[in-house]
């Protein structure tokens, strides 16, 4: 096996694994918007909200946030100002995107690293949250902050690698 058969294949899994944790988000934000409007006709028409509803919507847009970040950031569809970027050179434009990268290398290892003690922890007295008649486990949650972080700098790993040895993959940035 070539290396750049390695390199394909990598891609590949990187890009079907993150294309997996964004349709997960996009079923998560559906069901959390039907939970949100059973409630509202809930509450509105029959004077019975559904229980839990503010906990697990607060919960959950962190959770859809997170798993989408690694395919819209290897989609490179992140926000970028065109003074400098536009005008330089393909060169200076692959350096540019392997600093940005490596940057978001760096914010994503420091949310993995920083969230890990938390996610340990919740584990350990199987964190809940809420009040009253409905509590919310947080622990997958915070397992969930970590994973993804660690997706992320896998994807952030690949762009920083296809930056600097194939520039011309971003030309139509």
Do not use: H
Request: proline letters at 4%; a negative charge; aromatic letters at 10%.
């Amino acid at each position: 096996m070539r290396f750049s058969d390695i390199e394909l294949r990598i891609e590949t899994i990187v890009q079907k694994f993150s294309s997996g944790l964004n349709i997960i988000s996009a079923v998560w934000l559906t069901s959390i918007a039907l939970l949100i409007l059973s409630d509202v006709i809930g509450r509105e028409l029959f004077g019975s909200p559904i229980y839990g509803t503010n906990e697990i919507v607060s919960n959950s847009v962190l959770s859809i946030l997170f798993l989408q970040l690694p395919l819209s950031i290897l989609n490179k569809n992140s926000l970028r100002t065109t003074i400098v970027y536009g005008p330089a050179s393909q060169r200076v434009k692959s350096l540019i995107n392997a600093a940005s990268y490596f940057l978001a290398l760096l914010l994503f290892l420091a949310i993995g690293i920083g969230s890990w003690p938390n996610m340990i922890e919740a584990w350990d007295i199987l964190e809940q949250e809420g009040s009253g008649i409905v509590t919310i486990p947080v622990y997958p949650i915070r397992t969930l902050v970590v994973f993804v972080s660690f997706v992320g700098i896998i994807v952030c790993s690949l762009l920083i690698y296809q930056a600097l040895m194939r520039p011309e993959a971003f030309e139509d940035d």
